[in-house]
Antibody, heavy 112, light 107 residues
Framework: QVQLVQSGAEVKKPGASVKVSCKASGYTFTGYFLHWVRQAPGQGLEWMGRVNSNSGGTNIAQQFQGRVTLTRDTSISTAYMELTSLTSDDTAVYYCTRVDHWGQGTRVTVSS | DIQMTQSPSSLSASVGDRVTITCRAS??????LEWYQQKPGKAPQRLIFGASSLQSGVPSRFSGTGSGTEFTLTISSLQPEDLATYYCLQDHIYPWTFGQGTKVDIK
Protein backbone atom coordinates (compact mmCIF):
# COMPACT_ATOMS: atom_id res chain seq x y z
CA GLN A 1 0.00 0.00 0.00
CA VAL A 2 1.06 3.57 -0.65
CA GLN A 3 2.77 5.17 2.33
CA LEU A 4 4.44 8.51 2.88
CA VAL A 5 6.42 8.58 6.12
CA GLN A 6 7.80 11.89 7.29
CA SER A 7 10.63 12.72 9.65
CA GLY A 8 10.01 13.65 13.26
CA ALA A 9 9.13 16.88 14.98
CA GLU A 10 11.66 19.70 15.03
CA VAL A 11 12.27 22.66 17.32
CA LYS A 12 14.32 25.44 15.80
CA LYS A 13 15.49 28.90 16.77
CA PRO A 14 14.61 31.95 14.68
CA GLY A 15 16.97 32.34 11.75
CA ALA A 16 17.74 28.63 11.56
CA SER A 17 16.82 26.18 8.80
CA VAL A 18 14.86 22.94 8.86
CA LYS A 19 14.86 20.01 6.47
CA VAL A 20 11.92 17.63 6.48
CA SER A 21 12.04 14.27 4.73
CA CYS A 22 9.24 12.22 3.20
CA LYS A 23 9.94 8.57 2.41
CA ALA A 24 7.62 6.98 -0.12
CA SER A 25 6.78 3.31 -0.48
CA GLY A 26 4.23 1.10 -2.17
CA TYR A 27 4.40 2.73 -5.60
CA THR A 28 6.83 3.85 -8.29
CA PHE A 29 8.37 6.94 -6.73
CA THR A 30 9.27 8.64 -10.02
CA GLY A 31 5.74 8.32 -11.36
CA TYR A 32 4.19 11.02 -9.20
CA PHE A 33 4.81 14.61 -8.19
CA LEU A 34 5.08 15.26 -4.46
CA HIS A 35 3.62 18.41 -2.98
CA TRP A 36 4.28 20.17 0.31
CA VAL A 37 1.48 21.77 2.30
CA ARG A 38 1.68 23.43 5.67
CA GLN A 39 -0.84 24.27 8.37
CA ALA A 40 -0.16 26.83 11.09
CA PRO A 41 -1.86 26.23 14.45
CA GLY A 42 -5.61 26.71 14.14
CA GLN A 43 -5.28 27.81 10.53
CA GLY A 44 -6.08 26.42 7.08
CA LEU A 45 -4.00 24.57 4.54
CA GLU A 46 -1.31 26.38 2.53
CA TRP A 47 0.27 24.93 -0.60
CA MET A 48 4.02 25.52 -0.63
CA GLY A 49 5.24 23.83 -3.79
CA ARG A 50 5.86 20.58 -5.61
CA VAL A 51 8.71 18.50 -6.93
CA ASN A 52 8.65 16.35 -10.03
CA SER A 53 9.99 13.15 -8.50
CA ASN A 54 11.36 12.05 -11.89
CA SER A 55 13.09 15.16 -13.21
CA GLY A 56 13.55 17.08 -9.97
CA GLY A 57 11.84 20.15 -11.41
CA THR A 58 9.96 22.31 -8.96
CA ASN A 59 7.21 24.91 -8.65
CA ILE A 60 7.33 27.02 -5.51
CA ALA A 61 4.64 29.40 -4.24
CA GLN A 62 5.85 32.97 -4.53
CA GLN A 63 5.69 33.64 -0.80
CA PHE A 64 8.27 30.90 -0.24
CA GLN A 65 10.58 31.56 -3.16
CA GLY A 66 14.13 32.12 -1.97
CA ARG A 67 13.49 30.28 1.32
CA VAL A 68 12.20 26.87 0.25
CA THR A 69 14.15 24.18 -1.58
CA LEU A 70 12.44 20.99 -2.71
CA THR A 71 14.61 18.05 -3.65
CA ARG A 72 14.38 14.28 -3.99
CA ASP A 73 16.64 11.27 -3.91
CA THR A 74 15.24 8.64 -6.26
CA SER A 75 17.67 5.99 -4.97
CA ILE A 76 15.87 5.94 -1.62
CA SER A 77 12.42 7.17 -2.76
CA THR A 78 12.61 10.20 -0.51
CA ALA A 79 11.64 13.83 -1.00
CA TYR A 80 12.90 16.74 1.07
CA MET A 81 11.65 20.20 1.96
CA GLU A 82 14.18 22.68 3.34
CA LEU A 83 12.99 25.99 4.75
CA THR A 84 15.52 28.65 5.72
CA SER A 85 15.50 31.90 7.74
CA LEU A 86 12.82 30.56 10.05
CA THR A 87 10.55 32.90 12.02
CA SER A 88 7.77 32.20 14.49
CA ASP A 89 5.34 32.47 11.55
CA ASP A 90 6.82 29.24 10.21
CA THR A 91 5.58 27.27 13.22
CA ALA A 92 3.28 24.75 11.59
CA VAL A 93 2.66 21.14 10.66
CA TYR A 94 4.27 20.38 7.31
CA TYR A 95 2.79 17.66 5.10
CA CYS A 96 4.08 15.93 2.01
CA THR A 97 1.37 14.61 -0.25
CA ARG A 98 0.79 12.78 -3.48
CA VAL A 99 -2.68 14.42 -3.23
CA ASP A 100 -4.39 11.02 -2.98
CA HIS A 101 -2.11 10.02 -0.11
CA TRP A 102 -0.63 12.17 2.63
CA GLY A 103 2.22 11.88 5.07
CA GLN A 104 1.48 12.00 8.76
CA GLY A 105 2.81 15.54 9.07
CA THR A 106 5.91 16.98 10.71
CA ARG A 107 5.49 19.59 13.43
CA VAL A 108 8.05 22.38 13.21
CA THR A 109 8.20 24.79 16.12
CA VAL A 110 10.23 27.98 15.85
CA SER A 111 10.97 29.50 19.22
CA SER A 112 13.79 31.36 20.89
CA ASP B 1 -2.92 33.67 -8.05
CA ILE B 2 -6.40 32.11 -8.15
CA GLN B 3 -8.37 32.88 -4.99
CA MET B 4 -10.72 30.21 -3.66
CA THR B 5 -13.61 31.41 -1.49
CA GLN B 6 -15.58 28.85 0.55
CA SER B 7 -18.92 29.35 2.23
CA PRO B 8 -20.03 29.03 4.88
CA SER B 9 -16.96 29.15 7.11
CA SER B 10 -18.77 26.94 9.61
CA LEU B 11 -22.07 25.13 9.99
CA SER B 12 -23.89 22.98 12.49
CA ALA B 13 -26.28 20.28 11.34
CA SER B 14 -28.07 17.23 12.67
CA VAL B 15 -27.36 13.62 11.84
CA GLY B 16 -29.24 12.78 8.66
CA ASP B 17 -29.27 16.34 7.33
CA ARG B 18 -28.21 17.26 3.83
CA VAL B 19 -25.19 19.57 3.95
CA THR B 20 -23.88 21.75 1.12
CA ILE B 21 -20.58 23.63 0.98
CA THR B 22 -19.76 26.03 -1.83
CA CYS B 23 -16.40 27.03 -3.29
CA ARG B 24 -15.97 29.89 -5.74
CA ALA B 25 -12.84 30.47 -7.84
CA SER B 26 -11.69 33.96 -8.77
CA UNK B 27 -11.28 32.79 -12.37
CA UNK B 28 -12.34 29.78 -14.39
CA UNK B 29 -10.61 26.51 -13.52
CA UNK B 30 -12.61 24.06 -15.60
CA UNK B 31 -13.12 20.96 -13.48
CA UNK B 32 -9.73 21.16 -11.76
CA LEU B 33 -11.16 21.18 -8.25
CA GLU B 34 -10.64 18.79 -5.35
CA TRP B 35 -12.33 18.48 -1.97
CA TYR B 36 -10.57 17.36 1.20
CA GLN B 37 -11.78 16.35 4.64
CA GLN B 38 -9.59 16.99 7.66
CA LYS B 39 -10.55 15.49 11.00
CA PRO B 40 -9.10 17.03 14.18
CA GLY B 41 -5.42 16.18 14.61
CA LYS B 42 -5.24 14.22 11.36
CA ALA B 43 -3.85 14.73 7.87
CA PRO B 44 -6.34 15.74 5.18
CA GLN B 45 -7.96 13.06 3.04
CA ARG B 46 -9.13 13.56 -0.51
CA LEU B 47 -12.85 13.07 -1.07
CA ILE B 48 -13.41 14.34 -4.60
CA PHE B 49 -11.17 15.05 -7.60
CA GLY B 50 -11.95 16.49 -11.01
CA ALA B 51 -14.84 18.37 -9.33
CA SER B 52 -17.13 15.33 -9.26
CA SER B 53 -15.15 12.07 -9.16
CA LEU B 54 -15.36 10.18 -5.86
CA GLN B 55 -12.05 9.05 -4.39
CA SER B 56 -11.87 5.29 -3.94
CA GLY B 57 -13.08 4.24 -0.51
CA VAL B 58 -15.04 7.43 0.18
CA PRO B 59 -18.71 6.89 1.14
CA SER B 60 -21.22 7.61 -1.60
CA ARG B 61 -23.02 10.19 0.57
CA PHE B 62 -20.28 12.60 -0.53
CA SER B 63 -20.67 14.17 -3.98
CA GLY B 64 -19.25 17.11 -5.89
CA THR B 65 -20.61 19.23 -8.70
CA GLY B 66 -19.65 22.31 -10.64
CA SER B 67 -17.28 23.67 -13.24
CA GLY B 68 -15.73 26.98 -14.17
CA THR B 69 -15.95 29.11 -11.06
CA GLU B 70 -18.71 27.58 -8.89
CA PHE B 71 -18.39 24.24 -7.11
CA THR B 72 -20.37 22.39 -4.48
CA LEU B 73 -19.65 19.58 -2.05
CA THR B 74 -22.74 17.82 -0.76
CA ILE B 75 -23.10 15.35 2.09
CA SER B 76 -26.46 13.72 1.44
CA SER B 77 -27.02 12.41 4.96
CA LEU B 78 -24.67 13.75 7.63
CA GLN B 79 -23.11 11.14 9.90
CA PRO B 80 -21.36 11.64 13.26
CA GLU B 81 -18.02 10.68 11.73
CA ASP B 82 -18.32 13.57 9.25
CA LEU B 83 -17.35 16.05 11.96
CA ALA B 84 -14.39 17.72 10.26
CA THR B 85 -13.14 20.73 8.35
CA TYR B 86 -13.58 20.61 4.58
CA TYR B 87 -11.32 22.35 2.08
CA CYS B 88 -11.50 22.91 -1.65
CA LEU B 89 -8.31 23.03 -3.70
CA GLN B 90 -7.80 24.26 -7.25
CA ASP B 91 -5.19 22.27 -9.16
CA HIS B 92 -5.71 24.12 -12.43
CA ILE B 93 -2.62 26.27 -12.32
CA TYR B 94 0.37 26.84 -10.05
CA PRO B 95 0.38 27.99 -7.35
CA TRP B 96 -2.35 25.63 -6.23
CA THR B 97 -4.64 27.35 -3.75
CA PHE B 98 -6.96 26.12 -1.02
CA GLY B 99 -10.20 27.60 0.20
CA GLN B 100 -10.17 28.82 3.79
CA GLY B 101 -12.11 25.80 5.03
CA THR B 102 -15.61 24.98 6.31
CA LYS B 103 -15.91 23.53 9.80
CA VAL B 104 -18.82 21.10 10.13
CA ASP B 105 -20.22 20.42 13.60
CA ILE B 106 -22.85 17.92 14.59
CA LYS B 107 -25.80 19.32 16.55
Amino acid sequence: QVQLVQSGAEVKKPGASVKVSCKASGYTFTGYFLHWVRQAPGQGLEWMGRVNSNSGGTNIAQQFQGRVTLTRDTSISTAYMELTSLTSDDTAVYYCTRVDHWGQGTRVTVSS
Amino acid sequence: DIQMTQSPSSLSASVGDRVTITCRASQGIGSDLEWYQQKPGKAPQRLIFGASSLQSGVPSRFSGTGSGTEFTLTISSLQPEDLATYYCLQDHIYPWTFGQGTKVDIK
